[in-house]
């Protein structure tokens, strides 16, 4: 059974940084591309980045360019997304899966940038 666990989520001012991790179980990830996806309050689920199997290419909504950063581990079966400059528009639950989308959805982690 395929399982995407989120974590690194929390409350952070606006400009503060938090590192997101997505651990799987039950699926070898460095065969497929994959995501992170946001669902803000009172709006649709969007992507915010890919990035391709091996890492050697990443892409960003034009909304968090230069500010957050994919990657992955793949030896850990785990993908990454650092977030800088967060601002309060970032506020959202962040899932992780493949890009496109081929997985169950996991609980998400909460991110609230706030002040």
């Known amino acids: 059974q395929v399982q995407l666990v989120e974590s690194g989520g929390g409350l952070v001012q606006p400009g503060g940084s938090l590192r997101l991790s997505c651990a799987a179980s039950?699926?070898?990830?460095?065969?497929?591309?994959m995501g992170w996806y946001r669902h803000p309050p009172g709006k649709q689920r969007e992507l915010v980045a890919t990035?391709?199997?091996?890492?050697?290419?990443?892409n960003y909504a034009d909304s968090v360019k230069g500010r957050f950063t994919i990657s992955r581990d793949n030896a850990k079966n785990t993908v990454y997304l650092q977030m800088n400059s967060l601002k309060p528009e970032d506020t959202a639950v962040y899932y992780c899966?493949?890009?496109?989308?081929?997985?169950?959805w996991g609980q998400g982690t909460q991110v609230t940038v706030s002040s």
């Open positions: 990035i391709t199997p091996t890492g050697g290419s990443t």
């Open positions: 039950g699926t070898i990830l460095r065969f497929y591309a």
């Open positions: 899966n493949g890009a496109p989308v081929h997985y169950s």
